[in-house]
């Protein structure tokens, strides 16, 4: 069964900095492509970086330079470290893990109920960038 648990979630002022982990189990972690995606409040959910041994990892444009997606395959975990922060930021922060092959643009911006991967998501965890 996959599960995936986000972790590192805050308070950060602007300009300030977080890095949220994302544990994995029940899946081999290579096998997947790992998504971070973001839902602000009475907004829709956006991707924020997909990325997978693959490919370059695909990054929103409001992000790129601010934002780095990593993965670690020994600890089984995703990071995603974000600097330069912003209120516009704040939001719900997922990570989710989806079955390999998959364009990681299609993942990023391909986001519906029902999800159109074979993976799982994990509960969230909040981001706030307030002064």
């Known amino acids: 069964q996959l599960q995936l648990v986000e972790s590192g979630g805050g308070l950060a002022q602007p300009g300030g900095s977080l890095t949220l982990a994302c544990a994995t189990s029940?899946?081999?972690?290579?096998?997947?492509?790992i998504g971070w995606f973001r839902q602000a409040p009475g907004k829709e959910h956006e991707g924020v970086a997909c990325?997978?041994?693959?490919?370059?990892?695909y990054y929103l444009n409001s992000v790129k330079g601010r934002f780095t997606a990593s993965r670690d395959v020994d600890k089984r975990t995703a990071y995603l470290q974000m600097t330069n922060l912003k209120p516009e930021d704040t939001a719900i922060y997922y990570c989710?893990?989806?079955?390999?092959?998959?364009?990681?643009?299609?993942?990023?911006?391909?986001?519906?109920?029902?999800?159109?991967?074979?993976?799982?998501w994990g509960q969230g965890t909040q981001v706030t960038v307030s002064t």
């Open positions: 989710a893990a989806a079955l390999l092959p998959v364009s990681l643009p299609s993942l990023c911006t391909f986001i519906r109920d029902p999800w159109p991967f074979q993976g799982s």
């Open positions: 029940g899946f081999t972690f290579d096998h997947y492509a």
């Open positions: 990325s997978s041994a693959q490919e370059p990892t």
